[in-house]
């Protein structure tokens, strides 16, 4: 079978291929699972006619957004289009366009490539607006239902105003909260405001910064420290800079709705936050958030002898 997952919402894209990954043969993953990124045309044909060993079915997930910057000639389309509709039964082929978050960026689907993917089980996996209330409380729903916990009313209002609509992040509080609820399986408000990071905690301590009253900051992300551990504030604190940097870049050029759809945010949200950022540059948010990206470079790989200070020196560098 083929398959197409595309748009931003990687949360979703990565549960699809769990879906499909189930159906191998756990003993046999390291050769019945492969994941290629934006193979060259030969390889592509490779991979597409790849024929599945004697441990049963076979998974191969494609990246493949670069195609949708480039064009294939007619002979090579044909080629692909020959491949994919002589696809071994035993064979799942994956194809993968993973839309950077918060960007607004959209597959052209004027491309032969694309309306040859869209013909496949195509699907496309969109941010749900934090303004879609019910769809996204829906979802979260879900994902509690999924682990056994459920929310009160006013839990699932605080959960949405403190993390937004990143499902992702909403799927790791939700592992939280359920252990903090133990032995009860509901979650309540003041479990949420205890327990979840809170973007006004955050924005209290990214207003020092910007203000470069960095005594005040540092106290800030020290008090942050006592019940968070250094990735999550640095998780968190660059989610929250994508969106301010794609307010800042397009406050003049876009309404509030398109920044709310652009960002994820509520329209008032939105304007709350320009309010916020009326002051601080455009030049200092990117030169931050490269600062937290070679930090959180640095501590996966093993660079960091401190986590905090790691943190810590690339915010107040």
Same mark, same amino acid.
Request: hydrophobic share 40%.
């Given at each position: ?41 030969? #390889? ?9 060993? $004697? ?10 957004? #670069? =195609? ?8 090579? $389309? ?6 994919? !509709?002589?696809?071994? !039964? ?8 993973? +839309? ?48 056994? *916990? ?8 605080? +959960? ?21 609820? =133990? ?8 479990? *949420? ?6 973007? !006004?905690? %955050? ?9 470069? /009253? ?42 509030? $709705?398109? %920044?709310? /759809?652009?960002?994820?945010?509520? !329209?008032?949200?939105?304007? +709350?936050? %320009? ?10 948010? *990117? ?18 002898? #401190?986590?905090?200070?790691? *943190? ?6």
């Amino acid at each position: 079978m083929i398959y197409f997952f595309y748009g931003e919402e990687d949360f979703d894209i990565e549960n699809e291929i769990g879906k499909l990954k189930k159906g191998l043969d756990k003993n046999f993953l390291e050769m019945s699972f492969k994941t290629f990124d934006n193979p060259k045309f030969p #390889d592509l044909i490779s991979i597409l006619r790849s024929q599945p060993m $004697m441990f049963g079915k076979m998974l191969i997930v494609i990246n493949c957004l #670069d =195609y949708f910057s480039k064009t294939f000639e007619d002979k090579e $389309m044909k080629q692909i289009e020959q491949a994919l !509709e002589d696809n071994n !039964e035993n064979l799942d082929i994956v194809f993968v366009a993973q +839309l950077p978050r918060g960007e607004g960026k959209k597959l052209d689907s004027r491309k032969k490539f694309f309306k040859l993917l869209s013909k496949q089980n195509a699907k496309e996996c969109a941010v749900i607006p934090t303004y879609k209330t019910a769809e996204l409380e829906g979802r979260i729903t879900k994902i509690a239902k999924d682990k056994g *916990v459920k929310l009160d009313k006013d839990a699932m209002t605080a +959960l949405i105003s403190q993390i937004g609509n990143n499902l992702r992040q909403i799927d790791k509080e939700l592992d939280k909260l359920k252990l903090f609820a =133990y032995p009860k399986d509901v979650v309540t408000a003041p479990m *949420v405001r205890e327990i979840c990071i809170s973007n !006004e905690d %955050l924005f209290a301590f990214s207003d020092f910064l910007m203000e470069n /009253r960095k005594d005040k900051a540092l106290l800030e992300y020290r008090k942050l420290l006592d019940t968070r551990y250094p990735l999550e504030i640095l998780s968190t604190l660059q989610t929250m800079l994508r969106r301010w940097i794609v307010l800042k870049s397009k406050a003049k050029s876009a309404s509030s $709705m398109e %920044l709310s /759809r652009m960002t994820g945010m509520h !329209e008032y949200v939105v304007k +709350l936050n %320009l309010q916020k950022l009326k002051n601080t540059n455009l030049k200092d948010l *990117v030169r931050l958030k490269q600062s937290l990206t070679d930090a959180e470079y640095r501590i996966k790989a093993g660079l960091a002898l #401190d986590v905090e200070k790691e *943190v810590e020196n690339a915010l107040f560098r």
